[in-house]
């Protein structure tokens, strides 16, 4: 309100709605959304990717993965390292989603400070990071390679979804807990028919699916799995 001299939250109102998702509402989004994320966040579901979904993958086999609050990209870049390391050059993508576009321009651009090296493993960092030098010191670069197979773009997981193709696994992290439950079904509702049959569907540790849909099973800890086409797992 101080920055453009509304005198009263109507006025700023104005200001939101006139120009459209294309104005000031799209920097009031960036601003409120939250962005806390890191490398290999809640380790154990990229275990059970690595041990339980990727172990018995069927080489030249597809696969799809979507990060669907990406935030500035350490999620989608942590699921494309596991398969670059599991599936090799084989034919497999990573999108990542978010709503807030200053996100998702940091995520494009794949490049951080060291000190999010945290929970990173040595052997991907010295395979898909090019430590910065000179003027870079102190930040890091995901290589080209792997930035190449993560495409990213903006949703709105509360509007009608585009057509984004179908997936093996959805990261749907530490999103929901902003969302109350009407919501929450709505979001999931919309974000089933893009699970392949048999595909999982991986929340926040302190989140559930209880009530929210009867389309998943839960396998382990704030992991779900989708009906195959037989409506078994």
Known sequence: MRHHGAGSFNEYFQVLTEGGESGELRVAIDLLTTHETYFFREPKHFDFLRDQVLAGWKPGRQFRAWS???SSGEEPYSIAMLLADKLGDGPWEVLGSDISEHALERARAGHYALERLDDLPKRYLSQYCLKGIGSQEGSFLI?????SRVGFMRVNLNADLPNLGAFDVIFLRNVMIYFDMGTKQQVVARM???LK???HFIIGHAESLNGVTEGLQAVALSIYQGRDARGGR
Do not use: I, M
């Open 68 to 70: 669907a609050a990406s």
């Open 143 to 147: 290589a080209r390679e792997l930035r």
């Open 192 to 194: 089933l028919p893009l």
């Open 197 to 199: 049959p048999g595909g």
